[in-house]
């Protein structure tokens, strides 16, 4: 539990932070939902007139777009970008700082298994990214509260918002990967939005070449935000996908984590 804790601490700062860009820049977006909805039909010309391509590298559903939910599907594109590279980024934090400390054989030489140490982590991981998700829950609800009286099912605002969930047990679960492989990695910050935005111009191009084979191998993908709109419900193999390589590469993590060497300095 000590570990636990000291983790909890440690990412404090970084947490903080995070939840305060996520405000900002729900805030920001969120604004120009008012607009969005007075000037339908305006921008409903204007969207039409734009090559089917930039719709389909977005996710976008034209039929679906205009109302509250699609400008919300719209605004959930581009900020599940966000909280997949704060997802990366704490795996890649919580599981490799000791190494690019040079302080690993310090942690591993107390009386605790290696076993215990990865899942006080692995709990401290999910925790911090818990408080994150709440934030953006609440934040995006109280905004779209306070800049438009427009009605919208409650359900499926949830449903769109826990995508991002999911988004962020896998790339927490790649961060963790890539923390127990490589040795020491010098830019943690790079590293994550290497990762984030490269599965995320895969994702666009994947949309506009209409790849539906590489759906599969993109959490980006898991989910089809368009069709939680339409349908109020997730598709039955997002959701084992999305947790089955959640679980497959954490149980992978711990393996190695168990039995990789350890350097002493």
Same mark, same amino acid.
């Given at each position: 539990?000590?570990?636990?804790?000291?983790?909890?601490? @440690?990412?404090?700062?970084?947490?903080?932070? /995070?939840?305060?860009?996520?405000?900002?820049?729900?805030?920001?977006?969120?604004?120009?939902?008012?607009?969005?909805?007075? &000037?339908?039909?305006?921008?409903?010309?204007?969207?039409?007139?734009?090559?089917? &391509? %930039?719709?389909?590298?977005?996710?976008?559903?034209?039929?679906?777009? %205009?109302?509250?939910?699609?400008?919300?599907?719209?605004?959930?594109?581009?900020?599940?970008?966000?909280?997949?590279?704060?997802?990366?980024?704490?795996?890649?934090?919580?599981?490799?700082?000791?190494?690019?400390?040079?302080?690993?054989?310090?942690?591993?030489?107390?009386?605790?298994?290696?076993?215990?140490? !990865? /899942?006080?982590?692995?709990?401290?991981?999910?925790?911090?990214?818990?408080?994150?998700?709440?934030?953006?829950?609440?934040?995006?609800?109280?905004?779209?509260?306070?800049?438009?009286?427009?009605? !919208?099912?409650?359900?499926?605002?949830?449903?769109?918002? +826990?995508?991002?969930?999911?988004? @962020?047990?896998?790339?927490? +679960?790649?961060?963790?990967?890539?923390?127990?492989?490589?040795?020491?990695?010098?830019?943690?910050?790079?590293?994550?939005?290497?990762?984030?935005?490269? !599965?995320?111009?895969?994702?666009?191009?994947?949309?506009?070449?209409?790849?539906?084979?590489?759906? /599969?191998?993109?959490?980006?993908?898991?989910?089809?935000?368009?069709? $939680? $709109?339409?349908?109020?419900?997730? &598709?039955?193999?997002?959701?084992?996908?999305?947790?089955?390589?959640?679980?497959?590469? &954490?149980?992978?993590?711990? /393996?190695?984590? @168990?039995?990789?060497?350890?350097? +002493?300095?």
């Amino acid at each position: 539990m000590n570990i636990y804790k000291q983790e909890l601490k @440690q990412y404090r700062n970084t947490l903080i932070g /995070w939840c305060i860009a996520y405000i900002c820049i729900l805030a920001l977006y969120l604004s120009f939902l008012p607009a969005f909805l007075d &000037e339908g039909g305006g921008m409903r010309d204007y969207f039409a007139s734009l090559p089917p &391509e %930039f719709m389909a590298a977005f996710g976008l559903d034209i039929s679906l777009f %205009f109302g509250p939910l699609g400008f919300i599907t719209f605004v959930m594109t581009m900020f599940v970008l966000l909280v997949g590279i704060q997802a990366v980024h704490m795996g890649l934090s919580i599981y490799g700082k000791e190494q690019r400390n040079r302080t690993s054989d310090f942690l591993l030489s107390k009386p605790v298994k290696r076993a215990k140490i !990865f /899942w006080s982590k692995f709990l401290a991981g999910l925790t911090a990214l818990f408080i994150s998700e709440v934030v953006i829950y609440s934040a995006g609800y109280f905004i779209i509260k306070m800049v438009s009286d427009a009605a !919208f099912p409650m359900n499926t605002y949830l449903l769109l918002l +826990a995508t991002c969930t999911f988004v @962020q047990l896998v790339f927490f +679960a790649l961060g963790t990967l890539l923390s127990v492989l490589l040795k020491r990695i010098k830019n943690i910050v790079g590293l994550a939005t290497g990762v984030g935005m490269g !599965f995320f111009v895969i994702r666009m191009i994947a949309n506009i070449s209409n790849a539906t084979t590489l759906r /599969w191998i993109n959490p980006y993908q898991f989910f089809d935000n368009m069709y $939680v $709109v339409a349908y109020n419900r997730y &598709e039955s193999a997002s959701i084992l996908v999305s947790l089955g390589v959640f679980v497959v590469l &954490e149980a992978v993590s711990l /393996w190695i984590y @168990q039995h990789m060497d350890i350097h +002493a300095v």
